[in-house]
């Protein structure tokens, strides 16, 4: 099995390509390393199944040889990553798509879109099933990640009903864990930096709005069995235990016992989603998946990783 990653340098990239070096693949990875770092596929480099190409994806490309998988991951994807980025953001979800499934047609591949919780917006449902069509202003600064996964869903189904691609969709809700970017600005690794560096934690607006967190290897394996699954509509992969953010920053700060942490309360972002939680019954009895890592054990190794990089 051959498989291309897209995106493959970044936090979440760079666990599938542990995982699916581990099941035996030849894994290419293809990242113009715009959010990504060449820190988090490091130590797989030096092995002979592995290959990085510098390219962003949004560029037409061309692999030479047999293509099984297409895992197309590219993006940023924290809030203050994709309000840095807008044009990029908006760019790879639509021409980068394109290129990708292009890619997945010309090679017969199986390919695998991330999209995102985010197409729910600010849910007016909840917890989020995938019948659910979300509330997403296109506007608004969130508007340039959503509607460019909206349209990355819209145009892997044509792909897959007129082109009868096999494509495979999988809404990824909050993920966290090791290689994470100190500074991507999300509330984890933002939480966890100010902890580490005995600073006050910011909580936005009240902090009562609240998030479903899951450990990337749970969601790593929840996406190698929906691409050996044969189900194009989109799956949610997620944790459906919720969390108000006041919570976690208390449970952060609690980490360690010592900390002088304080909260501090700073205006909420525009169009924060209030409620987020997955309907993982659809992953449930099609792949048999659910999460296995609780939250306490998974905010310690992800503690323990913030503390050797910081
Ligand atoms: N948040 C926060 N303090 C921070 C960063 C984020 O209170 O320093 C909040 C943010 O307003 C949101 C939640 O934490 O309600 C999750 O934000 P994140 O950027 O991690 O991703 P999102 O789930 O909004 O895409």
Not at 129 to 153: H, L, M, Q, S, T
Not at 282 to 294: D, F, H, K, V, Y
Not at 296 to 310: C, H, K
Request: hydrophobic fraction near 35%; include cysteine; charged fraction near 25%.
């Amino acid at each position: 099995m051959r498989t291309v990653i897209t995106g493959g340098a970044g936090f979440v990239g760079s666990h599938l390509c542990e995982r699916f070096l581990a099941e035996g693949h030849e894994v290419v990875v293809v990242d113009n390393l715009l959010t990504g770092n060449l820190d988090n596929i490091d130590h797989l480099r030096s092995k002979k199944a592995f290959t990085f190409l510098l390219h962003n994806i949004s560029e037409p490309i061309q692999i030479d040889g047999p293509v099984d998988n297409i895992l197309h991951f590219a993006s940023p994807a924290s809030p203050a990553d994709y309000l840095a980025h807008p044009i990029p953001t908006l760019k790879v979800g639509s021409l980068g798509t394109h290129n990708a499934l292009g890619l997945a047609k010309a090679k017969d591949a199986r390919i695998l879109l991330a999209s995102t919780s985010e197409v729910y917006g600010d849910p007016e449902v909840h917890p989020q099933r995938e019948d659910y069509w979300g509330n997403v202003n296109p506007i608004g600064p969130r508007g340039c990640y959503d509607e460019a996964k909206r349209f990355a869903e819209a145009i892997t189904m044509a792909y897959h009903r007129y082109h009868g691609v096999k494509t495979r969709i999988v809404r990824i809700f909050n993920t966290y864990g090791p290689r994470m970017r100190l500074n991507d600005g999300r509330v984890l690794p933002a939480f966890m930096g100010q902890v580490l560096r005995g600073e006050d934690l910011t909580v936005f607006g009240e902090g009562q709005q609240t998030r479903s967190f899951c450990y990337v290897t749970d969601l790593v394996d929840g996406i190698y069995r929906l691409l050996h699954c044969d189900f194009s509509e989109p799956v949610n992969i997620g944790n459906p235990v919720e969390i108000t953010v006041l919570e976690l920053a208390k449970e952060i700060i609690e980490m360690i016992p010592e900390s002088k942490s304080k909260i501090i309360y700073n205006p909420l972002p525009q169009d924060d989603p209030k409620r987020r939680k997955p309907d993982i019954t659809r992953a449930q009895t099609l792949l048999g998946w659910e999460p296995t890592i609780e939250r306490a054990d998974g905010l310690q190794r992800t503690l323990e990783y913030f503390r050797s990089v910081l």
